[in-house]
């Protein structure tokens, strides 16, 4: 019964990343190239080209949250707007939303050109989302473990490998837990 419902709530999650408002400017840029096709289509199509990182944007907000100043994650490590960590720009003391929003969605196109260089088989918008959100939050050398599984073929292994990832310090923590569980979902889909 716990199962049922641990898998509604993720459904209900996932469900709110695929359908979530675009910024003003992906919206107005959008329009202007498929105005006619808009009013046709009731939701944005599922696999566009920039999609993946529009679904890994959200969900990386969500779970890393925002501070305008720095403050320590639970790891210990100082960290300022969504779960940056650079000291050059924790140094800086404040962050403005906008700031962080654009600095997050570069880190998020880096991430999604070094995810395509490590993983070789083709890979859904949801499953390269579900990794860059993973990525994002604990590294490229955890992401390796991940990767060489998916490039073995073991995709349902490597699905269930990302929930392995739950712990900090040696503790696991119910926030990671829910995140590592709604990347696992995402990249079912």
């Not at 993946?52 to 925002?66: D, M, Q, S, W």
């Not at 800086?92 to 260089?117: C, P």
């Not at 073929?153 to 990832?165: F, P, Q, R």
Request: proline share 3%; hydrophobic share 40%; net charge positive.
């Amino acid at each position: 019964m716990n199962y049922v419902y641990l898998k509604a709530v993720l459904i209900a999650a996932v469900g709110c990343y695929l359908f979530w408002p675009e910024s003003d400017e992906e919206a107005i840029e959008r329009e202007a190239i498929e105005r006619p096709a808009l009013r046709k289509r009731s939701v944005r199509p599922i696999e566009s080209k920039s999609n993946h990182i529009n679904i890994a944007l959200n969900l990386i907000k969500k779970y890393e949250g925002f501070s305008d100043v720095p403050y320590r994650c639970a790891a210990g490590v100082l960290t300022i707007g969504y779960g940056e960590t650079d000291p050059a720009i924790v140094s800086r003391g404040y962050i403005s939303k906008e700031d962080a929003h654009n600095l997050l969605r570069e880190k998020i196109v880096m991430i999604s050109k070094d995810v395509d260089k490590k993983v070789y088989p083709d890979l859904t918008a949801h499953q390269r989302a579900a990794l860059i959100s993973f990525y994002y939050n604990l590294g490229g050398d955890n992401f390796k473990n991940i990767a060489s599984r998916i490039n073995k073929g073991n995709i349902e292994e490597a699905s269930d490998a990302i929930l392995l990832y739950d712990k900090c310090k040696g503790r696991t923590l119910k926030g990671l837990k829910i995140r590592r569980q709604e990347e696992q979902y995402l990249f079912t889909l």
